[in-house]
């Protein structure tokens, strides 16, 4: 099983998911296929996918950060 790490279109949030063909944000409900999302990061290691996710956390609040004041 692959962990992969992707980025949801609609929320913006980093989601885990070993999905293959079909991406559901357990965020927002988005659904999306697979092959139309830019994987991040792909692991056989659930260990090092959470790893990643914690060490572009800082990326995610930077993210909300800016949109708060664009609007
Ligand atoms: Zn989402």
Redesign the pocket.
Known sequence: MIYKIVR?P????M?MTTSEKIFK?M????IKKMENLNVEYSSMDPTLARNFMKSRKRDIHFEKFDDVWIN
């Open positions: 949801c609609h929320c913006k949030k989601v944000c965020f927002c409900g988005h």
